[in-house]
């Protein structure tokens, strides 16, 4: 179902040589529900090849969230080393890639594809939005909340939003 991702993707396609990664999120969960995808986030887990794998991050750019942003294909592309993400300022150390999920802001994202497995990884909350199609906060940090909220907006258009939620946003955002 994910496959034909990385294959699209010269990037992607390359990246894959060079380490083990994940497809994260809302590429994963819009293609399941058959919205467009905005971009692809992946969370590298282990480079095989140093140089392949510098050269590749050496044409992309930072981006906000200590990660990389490729912009030469149709759709960005992000990437993060699973051990210095945003997790990183927050002061919290995960031990792998699925570790991840537990800290993800939406219920809606905790979903991994593994790219060499072809495994999908979904954490129970994800597993409860399906249900639910609702909406809800996964882990409530406050770090870049208003890019999270304007995401929470988007997607209201697909999803409904709960209670918890609404308040957490109305709680914490700067008037």
């Not at 034909?4 to 969960?29: A, D, N, V």
């Not at 510098?54 to 930072?62: A, E, M, R, S």
């Not at 639910?132 to 304007?150: A, G, R, S, V």
Request: aromatic content about 16%.
């Amino acid at each position: 179902m994910y496959s034909h991702i990385i294959e699209q993707s010269p990037f992607l396609t390359e990246l894959k040589k060079c380490c083990s990664y994940f497809l994260i999120g809302g590429c994963l969960r819009n293609t399941q529900f058959n919205i467009p995808i905005k971009d692809y986030d992946c969370l590298v887990e282990n480079i095989k090849d140093e140089k392949r794998y510098n050269d590749l991050i050496g044409i992309c750019q930072k981006n906000k969230m200590d990660g990389w942003k490729y912009t030469n294909e149709p759709k960005n592309i992000d990437i993060f080393y699973f051990k210095t993400t945003f997790l990183t300022k927050l002061n919290i150390n995960i031990e792998n890639p699925v570790d991840f999920l537990q800290y993800c802001f939406f219920n809606m994202d905790c979903i991994l594809y593994d790219v060499h497995c072809h495994k999908i990884i979904k954490h129970k909350n994800y597993l409860d939005f399906e249900k639910t199609k609702k909406m809800d906060i996964n882990f409530p940090h406050t770090f870049i909340l208003n890019k999270q909220y304007q995401k929470m907006l988007k997607y209201q258009q697909y999803f409904s939003c709960s209670e918890n939620t609404l308040a957490f946003f109305k709680n914490n955002l700067k008037k």
